[in-house]
């Protein structure tokens, strides 16, 4: 029997309380706190972890309050952010899917996202502006086709899989056939875009991400119950009162929006999507969608990668990116050998 508490009010309100859940969130956010308190710290000018506590608090000098809160909080809080959306719309793709590989690097949200980036870069000679226009645009383009593409008196999840991974191949060639086309210089400002990177990320990246968090997240969550029930079957979530296609239409349109807008403000920072659902499943032990632990999992996740990039490799800083796309390359190959071993694949 799992350790769960019924929290009940005085209005004659009840909520159920996972223990263990709890705890998990609490322990990620303690973390993502200190990696990010950390991460402040680190650069060519570093600050111990106690003046960084003082300068947000708003007592540090003039040197330290510039450093921290016009060079390197806003570079944290869009790494958070986009930590956290990508481990949410990840988490929300797998329980649509019901597929642990049903993420948005996997269905070609990602690349749909570059496209639009790609686009903007190559033939335009965009602004920075104009270019996270254009991810967002192509991630929204990308994950409509995709779910015309799969529909078929519904969307279910393998079809939502294979369609995904065959977009995602073709938006892969298009990609590459708009770097072919492009001059030395775009080219180049391409390629470190797709790279996934948080260097030189301000306060214009934070505030629209900030925004849209703030408007998804709890929508998500208000619909999490009706997710939480279609993981039984639509005939037995029909019969429990839930508007299944309703449902899955609205949390896909948030995932699709999530993610392309964490493209957007970062570039296609690959893997976090698909791991943090999963290591916040195996943290939890709950069979459900774990929503708000796989967003505390991949802000966690991205701002220790990011810290890792830029401390780990000596002189040689890596994009973010590089970091995420090794280790998740590492722990896809692990989920495949063990989703193999299980007969499930």
């Known amino acids: 029997m799992r350790n769960t508490r019924v929290l009940r009010t005085p209005g004659g309100f009840s909520v159920r309380a996972d223990v263990r859940a709890l705890v998990v969130v609490v322990a990620l956010l303690l973390a993502a706190a200190a ?21 947000l608090a708003g007592n540090g000098t003039a040197g330290q309050e510039f450093i921290v809160d016009e060079l390197r909080l806003p570079r944290v809080l869009v790494g958070l952010l986009v930590g956290a959306s990508l481990g949410l719309g990840g988490a929300l793709f797998q329980a649509i899917s019901r597929n642990p590989l049903g993420s948005p690097d996997v269905l070609g949200l990602s690349q749909g996202a570059t496209s639009g980036a790609l686009v903007v870069i190559v033939l335009m000679s965009g602004s920075t502006t104009q270019v996270t226009v254009g991810a967002l645009i192509g991630g929204l383009l ?23 991974i065959g977009v995602s191949a073709i938006v892969t060639a298009v990609n590459g056939y708009l770097l072919t086309k492009a001059d030395l210089v775009d080219a180049t400002r391409a390629v470190v875009w797709m790279t996934g990177s948080l260097n030189g990320r301000d306060w214009s990246q ?10 998804l997240v709890p929508l998500v969550l208000a619909n999490a119950r009706g997710l939480r029930m279609t993981e039984m079957g639509d005939d037995v979530s029909y019969a429990l009162g839930v508007r299944v296609e309703r ?24 893997f976090v999507a698909l791991t943090a659902p999963q290591l916040a499943r195996r943290l939890t032990r709950s069979p459900g969608p774990n929503l708000v632990a796989s967003l505390c999992m991949g802000a966690t996740l991205l701002v220790t990668a990011d810290w890792a990039s830029q401390r780990a490799f000596g002189a040689d800083q890596l994009p973010v990116g590089v970091v995420t796309g090794v280790l998740g390359g590492v722990y896809l190959l692990w989920l495949l050998v063990t989703e193999r071993r299980a007969g499930r694949i």
Do not use: E
């Open 35 to 55: 990696a990010s308190v950390v991460l402040i710290g680190t650069g060519d000018f570093p600050i111990s972890f106690g003046d960084v506590l003082r300068t």
């Open 206 to 215: 934070v505030r629209p991400l900030l925004g849209l968090c703030a408007v």
């Open 142 to 164: 990308t994950g409509l086709g995709i779910y015309l593409l799969a529909w078929k008196q519904g969307v279910h999840g393998y079809r939502l899989v294979l369609v995904g």
């Open 247 to 270: 449902v899955r239409m609205l949390l896909m349109v948030s995932a699709v929006l999530l993610t392309a807008a964490a493209t957007a403000a970062a570039g296609p920072v690959s």
